[in-house]
């Protein structure tokens, strides 16, 4: 599946930008960063194909490799970048548990952030992630918990206001930088779709 185009544009366009009009929104940080990041999205995409989430096994494994992954973020990140970030790191631990997992994460090498523009591009990635996840949500067998993956703990109320602010916080901080800071959100993004591939070849047990 061609993830780009399976979400219509107006489930994740910005409030507000209507007035700016559909030319001004493709130019601005944001699609910039979707167009560069585009490969390292598929390749992320790919690297997750193997797990089944219609099955437990499957579905835990998942899980268990973005918790691996977002354990390996959070020092770096917390505190830092977008100040609104908040870490859905609790609601994918409940859903764990609610699987009967309470393994901790295998400790990954946390992605080296150095710059705000780093962290800024991981909470991109992060963010962006939840589109994903409303659709792999529906993949997940009845009765198991989709916290997680639909973004809040209310079952079917899909919530989309952070990547919203998020995207409109980012414009805003790219037009104050400049294109340097936005080549630094960049790497931080590429970095942190790396470590979500490396998650995937962990908890998946193959060699992708
Ligand atoms: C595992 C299967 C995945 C599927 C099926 C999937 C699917 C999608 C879809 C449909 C979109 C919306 C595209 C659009 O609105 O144009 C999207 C966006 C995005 N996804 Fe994924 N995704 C997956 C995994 C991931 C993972 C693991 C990450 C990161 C850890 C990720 C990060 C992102 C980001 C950053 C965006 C936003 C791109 C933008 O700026 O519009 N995705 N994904």
Redesign the pocket.
Known sequence: ?N?????P?S??AMPGAAGGGVRARRNGA??H??DV?RGE?DD??AA??PFDLSKPAGYRAFLQAHNG?LAALEGPIEGRGWPEYASRRGLLEADLADLGDAERPSAMEPPALSGDAHVWGAQ??????R??GQ??ARQVAKGSPTRYLSGNDEAGTDDMRPWQEFCAALEDEARRHGPQWLADVEDGARA??RL?REAAKIFSGTTI
């Open positions: 599946m993830a780009h185009h399976a979400i544009e489930s994740t944001r699609f960063l979707r990041t999205h992320t995409e997750f194909a992954a991109y990635v992060l963010e962006g992630s589109l994903g659709i792999l942190t779709f979500f």
